[in-house]
């Protein structure tokens, strides 16, 4: 569970920096390089999850971790995505009109549409390399590290006022 807790630690730390170019700043801005480091931290603190939870033989570890290091390659960049929507979104707030509310909003649908897309794409490759069963509790995993980070977002996000 202390990895949970780092992975929540990690977003509070990330997620205001999205906020700052529009939100009044007491203290400097994170830096590109800084949220790459937290990013760093956040998948190091991902992979110590999935590693504890999913309790990988030699074998399963060796075919695992390559597909998974892809996947988590694509995760960040839709991430990279929703940060820009996010990022956006602040900044369209106090002046929010009808038509930017509706390309935000079909451009976060179009995100959530490339996850399930990329889940998908990734099932067989992760079936293969660890059987149905522990691809299926692998997304379990993976799902609740994303619900984690999504409700994060999700309570540091003004809703429009």
Known sequence: MNNFMLIGAVCV??????LAQ??????APLTDTDIQLLRSDLQSAKNQVIADTMKFTDQ?????????????HDQTVIADERLKV????????DKMDDSTAKDLSQRMFDIEAKV?????QYWPRFE????????AKFFQVDNRLSLMIDVQLASEVPLIP
Not at 13 to 18: F, Q, V
């Open 86 to 93: 996010i990022t956006d979104y602040a900044h369209h707030i």
């Open 22 to 27: 529009t939100a009044e700043v007491t203290a």
């Open 116 to 120: 399930t897309n990329l889940q998908q």
């Open 128 to 135: 293969k390399a660890i059987g149905a069963r522990r691809a």
């Open 60 to 72: 399963e570890s060796a075919v695992f971790w390559p597909v998974y290091r892809d996947y988590a």
């Open 13 to 18: 730390l990330l997620i205001p920096a999205a």
